[in-house]
Structure formats: C-alpha cells, structure tokens
C-alpha cells in the first residue's frame, strides 16, 4: 500500500520554529517530488512548498519566501519542511502530497495523488 505519513507538528509560541517530516511506504519518496500544503480552519487548503526529486524547491505563498524551506534528505528518503519565525495565522494542518512525477506540480491540490493525513499546527502564546 503507497502512503505518506507527516510528523513534527504541534503548538510553538509566535517567532518559534517547527520542522515537518514526511515518509513514504510502499515507494521511494525521493523518486518523486513533495509538496506541501495547509488548511486553516473555515479556509481551504493552499499550496506552501514543493521540493523536486532534484532538489528544485518552490514557495507557493510569496509571504512565506525566507520563513518556510522545503528539504529532502536522500538517506533517509525523508522531506522535510522547516518553518521558522512562526505566526498565528501560520497555524493550520499541515500535509504532504506527492505526485506521479519527479516535478512540482504547481499549487492545484488535484495534481497531487498521494496525500497524509496532516499533521496540526498551532501558534499561539
């Protein structure tokens, strides 16, 4: 069975940061691109970031250009999203989403096949 599966949420105070994992069964992530992306609530969901299976990244929001970085680290197949100076208007679920291909798919959640169940994060003082 081909899942996803995020890791790393939960509640940090405003200007703290958080990295998001994301791992992959049944498949090779690294063979394939990774985005992310997050749904507040009452919003719908938005695109954040997407790392290639090159290493190409995109930020999907232009005011989360120098906060937000998508990573991956082959050896451990794993992608990460690192967040840093966090807001409370940052808070959301956060998911990974991958596609059948080896590059970003842009920010239409419809292009992504695989998706975890999200990971929640909170911030707050």
């Known amino acids: 069975q081909l899942q996803v599966e995020e890791s790393g949420g939960g509640w940090v105070q405003p200007g703290g940061s958080l990295r998001l994992s994301c791992a992959a069964s049944?498949?090779?992530?690294?063979?394939?691109?990774t985005a992310w992306f997050r749904q507040a609530p009452g919003k719908e969901r938005e695109a954040v970031a997407c790392?290639?299976?090159?290493?190409?990244?995109?930020i999907y929001v232009p005011s989360l250009e120098g906060r937000f970085t998508p990573s991956r680290d082959s050896d451990r197949d794993t992608a990460y999203l690192q967040m840093n100076t966090l807001k409370p208007e940052d808070t959301a679920i956060y998911y990974c989403?991958?596609?059948?291909?080896?590059?970003?798919?842009?920010?239409?959640?419809?292009?992504?096949?695989?998706w975890g169940q999200g990971t929640q994060v909170t911030v707050s003082s």
């Open positions: 989403a991958v596609p059948r291909w080896r590059n970003c798919q842009g920010p239409s959640p419809q292009k992504y096949t695989y």
């Open positions: 049944g498949f090779t992530l690294g063979d394939y691109a």
């Open positions: 790392i290639s299976s090159a290493g190409g990244r995109a």
